[in-house]
């Protein structure tokens, strides 16, 4: 059974960071690329950042880009997402969730992406 442990959420003020981790198990992490999306009210889910545990390649939102870093530690099969500069509008429950590679990697496509975590609540105060 594929599962997803996702901690470090929290309230955090603006300018400020956290780190968020993705714990998996169930899955070998070489045939997956983990990627974090985030939901928040009344809006889709969107695609925030990916990598590739195979290869390193790592992708990035527009809006995040500069500000997050998504890396990852095999041994641990965990996948962390650094979040600085926060502001009000990165406010969401974030995902981590695992696609097989070889799915379109940058474009993030949300119904490749196969198994989910149960998301961590983030909220940026301005």
């Known amino acids: 059974e594929v599962q997803f442990v996702e901690s470090g959420g929290g309230l955090v003020q603006a300018g400020g960071s956290l780190r968020l981790s993705c714990a998996a198990s169930g899955l070998n992490f070489d045939d997956y690329v983990i990627g974090w999306f985030r939901q928040a009210p009344g809006k889709e889910r969107e695609g925030v950042s990916c990598?590739?545990?195979?290869?390193?390649?790592?992708c990035y939102a527009d809006s995040v880009k500069g500000r997050f870093t998504i890396s990852s530690d095999n041994a641990k099969n965990t996948v962390y997402l650094q979040m600085n500069s926060l502001k009000p509008e990165d406010t969401a429950v974030y995902y981590c969730?695992?696609?097989?590679?070889?799915?379109?990697?940058?474009?993030?496509?949300?119904?490749?992406?196969?198994?989910w975590g149960q998301g961590t609540q983030v909220t940026v105060s301005s």
């Open positions: 990598i590739s545990s195979s290869d390193g390649r790592t």
């Open positions: 969730a695992a696609a097989v590679e070889g799915v379109p990697f940058y474009e993030m496509p949300i119904y490749e992406y196969n198994y």
